[in-house]
């Protein structure tokens, strides 16, 4: 079965993809009145790119399918213009969660049905091929070549692209900001583009963060896993999963835990799989489930990597708030970028359009100082760089069953890193910045001439001195053939217990450059197309 076409824009009166689901296809797990038991042919932890996907993939095969997934499922006519809200109810620790080191890194990822791609920009890169290229020749036990390819992935990057309506931001949802940055780009010889991105009808309402008000954006919570349940799935909201249970060597169902209806305690959910598990937990989340499951992999948890972005906030004479849509909006959240620097200076450029809470931040100064420059909020604008380090760093459980992440950024990366936002801050004034506000310790709180980037050249290569933020992570359960360096095996299935699958970035051996979540999908799409031909051969053996 094929998924349905993407719905056209539709007003708020109208039915969304997420409010009409097949009766009984949802478990709320904070509404349960006693503990569940059940049996399918595959359970998949996590609703997010991987988890969904793969459920859609199992379920057109007919196999039973659960997904278990951590957070609530808040539909499309619940979202709500306010950050504080959104960040409370979609992201894990509402935004608080953070990356231990030299300096302290907020992740942002969701916890919700639909997982950060409820609240990302839905941006669509295919895995470069260089970096597959690297993947192939790694030292884990013969590397990839051959089994991920970009050959073997074109097929789903093709499925995903033409089922998501990937394509470049149009006309009407582009913002003055971004076309300043094309021009900057094109000025600069690099090349910029409009952002691909996974949508249908974008209004170019900048809420990308907050989950989109109209359905546009084709995130997983209206899209992959309405289809699953409307092929038979079932979906089970607020359950942490505790464990996957190892029976034998192999992966037989999972334990998960909800708060329960109001009154009635905690509930147990037990879930059997006949066929299967796959875990789509996030790079954050994954390696540590696995632990808890019992397995003890020397590389599990190691390898973590992940592509820390800064931003710079700018004041311009006139305004740049407003996109081709019409007076109030603020153009695609993420509309333009530059990813030709991504293998020579491993950075990559782009705009960012924020709403007032979250533009706030970049804004310098206190008291009547701030307020100044926030009445200036249409005249704002924010270009960001999102760094491809090379460091490595670990995931482990924290006291009272959380995820403790360790990283730092080498000297190498922190070089990149300055000399990008450097150039960045050239880019900006050449483009009419009156005034760009670095927020880097040690260098001026505004600048108001290119002559002072020079401030942020000299400045010292210390982690601490940025207010870094990390949305793409990578690792901590990475693919080999040698599981003495890897955790997965190129089959998508773990080398200690059969027919446990992972089909989230934990598996990439390195990070990206670009945006993971096409190359999620697609990987997902992959590892489940493989699952369903391996039960089939099972099957007619037996």
């Known amino acids: 079965m094929k998924p349905p076409a993407a719905p056209a824009p539709s007003a708020p009166s109208a039915p969304f993809p997420d409010d009409a689901l097949p009766a009984g296809a949802v478990v709320e797990g904070d509404r349960l009145e006693a503990d569940c038991e059940d049996a399918y042919d595959y359970v998949v932890v996590g609703s997010g790119a ?34 504080y809200d959104a960040f409370r109810v979609l992201f894990r620790d509402a935004g608080m969660q953070v ?29 470069p091929e260089d970096v597959l290229d690297d993947w192939a020749g790694m030292d884990l036990g013969g590397g990839l070549g051959g089994v991920v390819t970009a050959k073997t992935l074109e097929p789903h990057f093709d499925a995903l692209e033409r089922e998501l309506s990937a394509h470049a931001v149009s006309d009407d949802a582009l913002g003055d900001n971004d076309r300043r940055f094309l021009d900057e780009a094109t000025m600069h010889g690099l090349l910029g583009r409009r952002t691909r991105r996974y949508e249908h009808g974008c209004r170019g309402s900048g809420r990308c963060f907050t989950g989109c008000p109209n359905a546009a954006k084709q995130g997983m919570s209206v899209t992959y896993v309405p289809w699953s ?61 696995l632990r808890r499951s019992g397995l003890r992999a020397r590389a599990l948890g190691e390898h973590f990597q992940c592509h820390p972005g800064y931003g710079l906030g700018a004041l311009f004479d006139d305004a740049v708030r407003a ?14 970028e530059i990813t030709s620097l991504r293998r020579t200076d491993r ?51 924290a006291w009272g069953g959380g ?102 970035s934990s598996v990439f051996p390195t990070n990206l450059g670009v945006n993971p979540q096409h190359s999620i999908m697609a990987m997902s799409r992959l590892a489940a197309t493989r699952i369903v031909a391996g039960g089939r051969a099972r099957n007619r053996a037996a």
């Open 229 to 289: 349940l409307a092929l038979g799935a079932r979906i089970y909201t607020s359950c942490r999963v505790e464990r996957v249970v190892i029976e034998g060597g192999r992966a037989t169902g999972v334990l998960a835990r909800a708060a329960g209806a109001p009154g009635r305690g905690e509930r147990v959910i037990k879930l059997h799989a006949r066929h299967g598990v796959v875990v789509a937990a996030s790079a954050v989340q994954t390696p540590n489930l």
């Open 99 to 127: 990356i231990e080191g030299r300096s302290y890194i907020p992740i942002l990822q969701g916890r919700c049905v639909g997982g950060s791609t409820v609240v990302n920009s839905a941006i669509a890169h295919r895995t």
């Open 323 to 336: 996109s081709a849509a019409g007076a109030g909006r603020m153009g695609a959240t993420q509309g333009a």
């Open 403 to 504: 995820d403790k992440v360790r990283w730092t950024p080498s000297p190498v990366d922190m070089d990149r890193a300055v000399k990008g936002v450097a150039r960045l801050a050239r880019m900006m004034f050449e483009a009419g910045a009156r005034e760009v506000w670095p927020g880097l310790h040690g260098v001026p709180t505004a600048i108001r001439s290119v002559d002072e980037v020079s401030a942020i050249e000299r400045m010292p290569r210390e982690p601490r001195a940025f207010s870094f933020l990390s949305t793409h992570l990578f690792g901590g359960a990475r693919m080999g053939t040698d599981p003495r360096a890897s955790v997965v095996g190129t089959d998508f299935q773990t080398h200690e217990a059969a027919r446990l699958y992972v089909v989230d």
């Open 50 to 83: 991987g988890g969904a996907v793969a459920a859609h993939v199992l379920a057109t095969s007919g196999a039973s399918v659960a997904i278990v997934e951590e957070g609530p499922w808040v539909h499309t006519r619940d979202f709500g213009e306010r950050v």
């Open 347 to 397: 950075v990559k450029f782009e705009t960012l359009a924020l709403q007032p809470e979250l533009a706030a931040v970049r804004m310098p100064g206190v008291g009547h100082d701030w307020m100044r420059r926030f009445d200036r909020y249409a005249s704002f604008a924010q270009w960001a760089m999102v760094l491809r380090a090379e460091a490595e760093g670990t995931v482990r459980s």
